[in-house]
């Protein structure tokens, strides 16, 4: 019995596994992932919001306005806030959002298809998605979030619950976008 077959799931009445037979793969060229099924127009809704939050006006990083909107930022004891760190910061979200989503649509050839989903991957769009929400909110940002919506909350959702679970997969690190996006 083959690998790929062990793996897919499809070995014979008392073939459960391999005994004694281990295989090594290179860390450099491979990764554990959790296999997530998805449909396309989850990860199409999820590149309508980064192409929305992209084209949306961004705030005047150098108003007192913003300073007291995020709240405690300069807490630490900073008396001033530099205003292109600040607004790299905002940015960097969606920047490591969208290889992910980029990965993912490239790899769509039907309605339903499987993503693979590195262990900071939904950690890294929620951050994305929450900044999104957040914009929306504010009555002074012109930001909207798309009519869609709700099918990239949908993809959140099941990233959440496919990456508590402890059945992750190995795959070639060409499968899966820049480690910056995980």
């Not at 019995?1 to 450099?28: C, D, I, N, R, W």
């Not at 006006?57 to 205003?83: F, M, N, Q, R």
Request: hydrophobic letters at 40%; charged letters at 30%; glycine letters at 8%.
């Amino acid at each position: 019995m083959g690998l790929l077959e062990l793996m897919l799931g499809k070995s014979g009445p008392g073939e459960q596994g391999v005994a004694a037979k281990s295989y090594t793969l290179p860390k450099e060229t491979h990764d554990f992932v959790y296999p997530i099924a998805v449909r396309r127009e989850e990860v199409e809704a999820f590149a309508d919001l980064l192409e929305a939050e992209a084209e949306a006006p961004a705030l005047d990083v150098e108003t007192d306005d913003l300073e007291a909107a995020i709240g405690g930022i300069a807490d630490d004891g900073a008396s001033e806030i530099d205003p292109e760190a600040l607004a790299e910061r905002l940015e960097r979200p969606r920047r490591a959002s969208e290889p992910v989503i980029a990965t993912w649509r490239e790899s769509f050839d039907r309605d339903i298809g499987v993503v693979y989903a590195r262990s900071g991957t939904y950690g890294g769009l929620v951050a994305f998605v929450k900044r999104c929400k957040q914009r929306d909110e504010a009555d002074d940002d012109p930001f909207e979030l798309p009519e869609n919506f709700s099918a990239a909350a949908a993809l959140l959702k099941r990233l959440e619950e496919g990456t508590e679970s402890q059945y992750r997969a190995v795959v070639h690190t060409d499968l899966l976008p820049d480690e910056q996006g995980a």
